[in-house]
């Protein structure tokens, strides 16, 4: 690794990431949003897909000490940051939970596989994805960030896919997006998931959301339901809600 790294504080000191200073995706309220909704009594096998350096990954291990984390990215750069960061001394509260796969979520199925990722083998499956798609975005000039932020058209259905593929019936999916991407998310849950929940993040009192997590069980016929609408900012900085999960480890279920 050559692009020198942060070390980065998440969940108030409940995980630390080591993260590129420039060239390369750097996880931030997304990924803690992300791990939100796995509650912290989940048990079983969780898969963090595109997982980066392990921001979300570490964030749910640290959060539910019943999961054993596989940290699934293609990145060498990134594998290299989340073995470093699974080793740091602040992390031993959870490094032995934290397998890492190095393996590429478009590569084919054979492939993806022999690398490790077996079917119905999942308890979990949490994901964030590239939020862009190449034809309709300028894509960044870093190869890195590129990668990290765009995807291909069709590339999305993909990632729905093998989730459902690595997750056991009954498995929960969980995947932060754009809120405008959400009748995307909407078509490729169907026939994969059911019992969806909605949670609508929006940045200040009066904003449109700006994102969206969704959640759902594999092979569920529950219906939809939109959860009340999560404010990250107001007046005086980050609101009490917002503090309790980026800054106290809570998750979503905590709050209601």
């Known amino acids: 690794m050559t692009t020198p790294a942060s070390k980065d504080q998440f969940i108030g000191g409940g ?5 590129p200073r420039a060239q390369g995706h750097r996880s931030g309220m997304d990924a803690v949003f992300l791990a939100a909704m796995v509650p912290a009594d989940a048990t079983g096998v969780l898969y963090d897909l595109g997982a ?9 291990a640290a959060r539910a000490p019943g999961l054993s984390v596989c940290l699934v990215e293609r990145d060498e750069d990134m594998l290299v940051l989340a073995e470093k960061g699974r080793q740091l001394p602040e ?18 199925a054979p492939s993806r596989e022999k690398a490790g990722l077996a079917a119905n083998s999942a308890d979990w499956v949490i994901a964030n994805p590239p939020f862009y798609v ?6 960044s000039p870093h190869p890195h960030r590129r990668e990290a932020h765009v995807l291909g058209e069709g590339d999305l259905e993909t990632w729905f896919r093998l989730a459902a593929m690595l997750l056991k019936p009954g498995g929960h999916m ?11 998310v909407l078509k ?16 200040r009192p ?33 609101t009490a809600q917002a503090k309790a999960i980026l800054r ?9």
């Open 15 to 19: 995980a630390y990431v080591l993260q």
């Open 52 to 60: 980066g350096s392990g921001a979300a990954g570490f964030c749910a």
């Open 91 to 108: 992390n031993r509260g959870f490094a032995d939970r934290i397998h890492i796969i190095a393996a590429d979520i478009l590569m084919p």
């Open 134 to 139: 190449q034809e309709k975005v300028r894509s």
């Open 174 to 184: 969980a995947l932060i997006h754009t809120a405008n991407a959400l009748i995307d």
């Open 188 to 203: 490729l849950c169907e026939g994969r998931f059911g019992g969806i929940e909605i949670r609508p993040i929006h940045p």
């Open 206 to 238: 009066g904003k449109k959301a700006n994102r969206v997590v969704v959640c759902g069980q594999k092979g569920s016929r529950g219906e939809l339901t939109l959860l009340p609408d999560f404010i990250v900012h107001d007046e005086t900085g980050n």
């Open 248 to 256: 106290q480890g809570k998750g979503f279920s905590d709050l209601e």
